[in-house]
């Protein structure tokens, strides 16, 4: 039940111009117009009432004023000069009560947020689970041999690392810095080559780290990578700008991995957290193992769902939700994970990517990221330049108003806000979208459809972001500022140097 974004976001643009011009222009206009007649009306009755009360003069009176008549005709003629000014004059029209005004104003901006609230952006999308195939059964077994291949290149890079630091002398007290380093190397070369499973990362992620591999700084080949950009561009894009209502070319990759869960070994399950970016992707890879699947949490309702999807059947749902992934209780579950920003404009070069502002500033779950990102961003430079980089006069290195401490703690708590209405105001939604006889005709028509978009819109070697098109791995692991403007290379990104990273040369 996903509706036509763009005729919904236009009913909604004319729902605010004719809101704006009812609370703002006519209902003003028409107050004071009710105002001024009812004075009017009160006016002349005011004045018939007074003619009523005026009796005739008796004769004897008409002639005593007829004495007087010469004596006080002056006065008399200032009188009725006065008199006729006053009646002739024309009356001012009432202004409305400035509370009158607030409430008007008020009851207008109110109509147009609930307008905008009410949008299937807010109200549908910012909570729900969204199911849907994305891989054939041969697919899934490929990525999954790729992802061994390159756990066998990392196992094989680890023992040559840890052969040629054997060969060097023993490390002992008081050597260098760089020595220091060098221990701290190798000890990770023997946990990758040594601790099962071997050649998998098991400390890439701080908070909740899991037994992955990254499809980018992990040696996963060109051609692997070339074939998941060709399913990702088909089947994945169309579906994120479906869902959302999104431009395929806001779409940025920030992490994609390979996870492993085992049952005897490694890492069976995986705690309650959160995810970064703005959407969260992750597609099933194999059914041969028991036990398993993701839960997701309903904050407010203190309730959870559990979600086992078919495998090469991927879920998406926006990287606030709440969730966990089940302890596998036999065999080895493997997932193939992402973590996508939804960028209006590109944090490398600051062109925009054509989103639309109903899926980003008017929407509660981009907000929600957003803020986020800006308090992290800030927070992570306070930590790297010391407590004192808030205050440039005390010596701080950052002179950027995001750094300020009243900044940091704004965006985290509109952030907290904004999360608590999400969770109350949106709908908690599990939503499969292709049922599963139709599912190798869905493919089919996705691939042909990219077929004809490619004559259109070919894929270019650019280093940039390709226009028009999600860019899947030459953008990742960034950290975005509450502007949007880049704010931080991961350390990943960073060794392997900037054009290498664009060009997947690693």
């Known amino acids: 039940h996903l509706p ?18 009812v609370f703002f222009l006519i209902a003003p206009y028409a107050l004071s117009r009710t105002m001024y007649t009812v004075s009017d009306a009160n006016r002349a009755a005011h004045k018939s009432k007074g ?24 006065k008399k003629n200032v009188k009725t000069s006065d008199t006729e000014s006053s009646a ?33 952006n807010n109200r549908i999308i910012s909570r729900s689970i969204f199911e849907a195939p994305i891989f054939t059964p041969e697919e899934c077994q490929r990525i ?61 992620h701080k908070s909740y780290p899991t037994t992955d591999l990254n499809v980018v700084t992990d040696p996963f080949t060109r051609e692997d990578r070339d074939f ?43 705690r309650k957290h959160t995810d970064s970016g703005h959407v969260s992707f992750n597609i099933l890879l194999n059914d041969e193992f028991e036990g398993g699947g993701t839960r ?16 090469g059947q991927v879920l998406i749902n926006p990287s606030s939700v709440s969730h966990e992934g089940l302890a596998v209780t036999s065999g080895t579950r493997y997932i193939l994970v992402g973590f996508t920003s939804v960028d209006e404009k590109d944090p490398l070069t600051a062109q925009p990517t054509g989103l639309s502002a109903f899926a980003s500033w008017f929407s509660l779950q ?11 961003a800030s927070h992570t430079r306070r930590e790297e330049n010391g407590v004192g980089a808030e205050y440039p006069s005390m010596g701080g290195a950052s002179h950027k108003w995001t750094d300020n401490k009243y900044a940091r703690s704004l965006f985290r708590d509109i952030h907290n806000y904004l999360s608590i209405l999400a969770d109350f105001w949106a709908h908690h939604l599990q939503i499969s979208l292709v049922s599963e006889e139709n599912a190798n005709a869905y493919l089919h028509a996705l691939d042909e459809a990219e077929k004809e978009r490619s004559k259109i819109l070919p894929h270019t070697s ?16 960034i950290d975005v500022d509450v502007d949007g403007t880049l704010a931080n290379l991961w350390k990943t990104r960073a060794d392997a140097g900037e054009e290498s990273f664009r060009q997947e040369n690693l």
């Open 4 to 21: 036509n974004y763009d005729q919904e976001r236009n009913m909604i643009i004319v729902q605010i111009i004719f809101t704006a011009i």
């Open 51 to 74: 003619n009523k009360n005026v009796e005739s003069p008796a004769v004897g009176a008409k002639k005593k004023q007829g004495k007087r008549r010469k004596a006080g005709g002056a």
């Open 88 to 120: 002739n004059a024309e009356p001012l029209q009432p202004a409305l009560p400035m509370l009158v005004i607030n409430s008007l104003n008020v009851c207008g901006i109110f109509l147009m947020v609930l307008l905008v609230m009410r949008s299937t």
């Open 144 to 204: 999954i041999n790729m992802s061994l291949e390159a756990a066998a290149r990392n196992v094989e890079e680890a023992e040559n690392l840890i052969a040629k630091y054997e060969a060097n002398a023993v490390l002992s007290k008081g050597q260098s810095a760089q020595d220091e380093e060098g221990e701290e190397a190798r000890e990770k070369a023997e946990k990758m080559a040594k601790q099962e499973p071997l050649g998998w990362r098991k400390d890439r």
């Open 228 to 270: 998941l950009r060709e399913r990702f561009d088909a089947r994945l894009a169309p579906l994120i700008e479906r869902i959302f209502g999104i431009a395929r070319g806001a779409i940025r990759a920030n992490d994609m991995f390979v996870v492993r869960y085992d049952a005897e070994k490694g890492q069976p399950n995986l």
């Open 296 to 311: 997701f949490h309903n904050r407010r309702l203190r309730a959870a769902l559990d979600v086992h999807p078919q495998k």
């Open 366 to 376: 981009w907000l929600q990221v957003r803020f986020n990102e800006g308090y992290v």
């Open 462 to 477: 650019s280093l940039e972001r390709p226009q028009g098109r999600s860019w899947w791995f030459g953008g990742q692991q």
